[in-house]
């Protein structure tokens, strides 16, 4: 079984932050901002991607979080002023989730 998810972060070394941003485009998982990625993951790679991040970022300094949603639930979401990052995130892609 599948679930969408976002992955919201605020890591402060350029290096921790890059690494995290390889895994979430591993685990399939599409950039809408710089700090955000949205996608679908099955249950497993969830708290497989979860335990990674967690091994990546620095405790005491950095936060990360990992939200499922259920298809109905994202489909009630609202985006306010300018969205998604228009240079990252595309129409084709927004399709997929919305």
Known sequence: MS???WIIYDIT????RSKVSKECKKAGLIRVQKSVFLGKLEWNRFDELGEKCRD??????DSLYIFPFCQEDFRQIKVLGQGFDKKLVNDEILAKFF
Request: glycine share 0%; proline share 0%; no cysteine.
């Open 3 to 5: 679930v969408l998810v």
């Open 13 to 16: 070394e350029n290096k921790l």
């Open 56 to 61: 990546i970022i620095d405790k005491d300094t």
